[in-house]
């Protein structure tokens, strides 16, 4: 055992997940107001962050997907155990937060046990188990990868945080003999409003990762088919994900009615200008614990088209902050909710916001996290 003398808060994401800075940021920023020392273990995708609140990130993980988490998996039992071992001798840890899941996990959270026993465990769990598996295709035999390894690293976790009555009651059907704190808290966001730069509001927008699960093939089906009818609105796609596929197949018209930002790493400013600029946000789900775009988009007053699925309707109030439409919805739905917002717009845009600073933003620290610092 070592002792824990000089000590400092952990935030380890080893997987790159572009969207997950903003979380970490705001989650050590508020750690920071309050003197407390920070400082991250992060995959290098995250090298484009300039400045992390006055503390140094460390690279460790070269995760940006699937072969390369196989791939420090590996160097962790020839040089990356070592380098956590320098890491953690150096700055003894206080607590550590996981932020996204990692095979690796398992094993740091092992090792900081053995030098530290006593110090707390915490982690961020998106998504504690799908049990729709088969609409992610190919990448269900990833997705039971991970809750597999997720399963050994419970074992040395003490605190684990939810985002959604959804996710937490299927954690409990997952695991029920997990032992630990359980916390249902929202995402929490650092408030950066972009209404002023927004100009006249024109676009109906898909932003972040596109595959089937975040309802990308009806996006397009919805640009092609409603393109005629846009008038003085138009579709959006903000995205990392490669879609050139998509883009191919749409009709002259309908490419001329998609603005598309499209690059391999997004930053938070890119996906929040995105929102500050649209008319609505479209979240068709076909399955989710719960989405980071429904507070972006409530962040910059932009109202969200939902599918009517557990993850989404726990947040839209319907013809308040959004609208919900089928699980499967047609363009004449799109089309009328689009024609609702529209006529509605200035009080559903204020209740969005409203909506955003009550539930998402990190100015409510001390309702959702306050008992951490019980632990420090």
């Given at each position: 055992m070592i002792s824990n003398k000089k000590s400092t808060f952990y935030i380890i994401c080893l997987k790159y997940v572009p969207g997950m800075w903003q979380h970490m940021s705001s989650f050590s920023y508020q750690l920071q107001a309050k003197n407390y020392s920070v400082r991250f273990i992060i995959?290098?995708?995250?090298?484009?962050?300039?400045?992390?609140?006055?503390?140094?990130?460390?690279?460790?993980?070269?995760?940006?997907?699937?072969?390369?988490?196989?791939?420090?998996?590996?160097?962790?039992?020839f040089s990356g155990r070592s380098r956590y071992l320098e890491i953690f001798r150096h700055n003894p840890p206080s607590a550590l937060l996981l932020v996204s899941w990692h095979p690796l996990n398992f094993l740091v959270a092992r090792l900081v046990k053995s030098l530290y026993p006593d110090v707390p465990i915490l982690a961020w769990l998106h998504e504690p188990y799908k049990d729709q598996k088969r609409i992610y295709g190919s990448k269900a035999i990833i997705i039971w990868l991970i809750e597999w390894?997720?399963?050994?690293?419970?074992?040395?976790?003490?605190?684990?945080?939810?985002?959604?009555?959804?996710?937490?009651?299927?954690?409990?059907?997952?695991?029920?003999?997990?032992?630990?704190?359980?916390?249902?808290?929202?995402?929490?966001?650092?408030?950066?409003?972009?209404?002023?730069?927004?100009?006249?509001?024109?676009?109906?927008?898909?932003?972040?990762?596109?595959?089937?699960?975040?309802?990308?093939?009806?996006?397009?089906?919805?640009?092609?088919?409603?393109?005629?009818?846009?008038?003085?609105?138009?579709?959006?796609?903000?995205?990392s994900s490669n879609?050139?596929?998509?883009?191919?197949?749409?009709?002259?018209?309908?490419?001329?009615?998609?603005?598309?930002?499209?690059?391999?790493?997004?930053?938070?400013?890119?996906?929040?200008?995105?929102?500050?600029?649209?008319?609505?946000?479209?979240?068709?789900?076909?399955?989710?614990?719960?989405?980071?775009?429904?507070?972006?988009a409530w962040m910059q007053g932009a109202p969200v088209i939902g599918t009517d699925i557990e993850g989404i309707t726990e947040?839209?109030?319907?013809?308040?902050?959004?609208?919900?439409?089928?699980?499967?919805?047609?363009?004449?739905?799109?089309?009328?909710?689009?024609?609702?917002i529209r006529t509605h717009f200035d009080e559903m845009s204020a209740r969005c916001r409203s909506a955003y600073l009550s539930n998402f933003d990190d100015r409510n620290w001390e309702r959702y996290y306050g008992w951490i610092e019980k632990l420090i």
């Open positions: 995959s290098s995708g995250f090298r484009w962050i300039e400045e992390v609140n006055d503390s140094i990130p460390f690279y460790v993980s070269t995760s940006t997907n699937s072969a390369s988490i196989i791939l420090d998996v590996i160097s962790y039992f390894f997720q399963s050994l690293s419970l074992r040395y976790i003490d605190f684990i945080i939810l985002h959604s009555s959804r996710g937490l009651r299927l954690f409990e059907q997952r695991y029920p003999k997990f032992s630990g704190g359980k916390y249902l808290i929202p995402l929490q966001f650092k408030d950066e409003e972009l209404l002023s730069l927004n100009g006249k509001r024109r676009y109906l927008s898909f932003l972040g990762r596109a595959d089937r699960a975040k309802g990308i093939d009806l996006f397009f089906s919805f640009v092609e088919e409603l393109a005629e009818i846009a008038g003085d609105w138009q579709f959006q796609i903000v995205t879609i050139l596929g998509h883009l191919e197949k749409l009709s002259p018209l309908a490419r001329q009615k998609l603005w598309v930002i499209n690059k391999p790493q997004l930053t938070d400013r890119d996906l929040r200008q995105a929102a500050a600029s649209s008319l609505s946000v479209l979240a068709l789900y076909k399955e989710t614990m719960q989405s980071g775009v429904i507070p972006v947040w839209i109030r319907d013809r308040e902050t959004g609208v919900i439409v089928s699980r499967s919805p047609t363009a004449p739905e799109i089309e009328a909710a689009i024609t609702y």
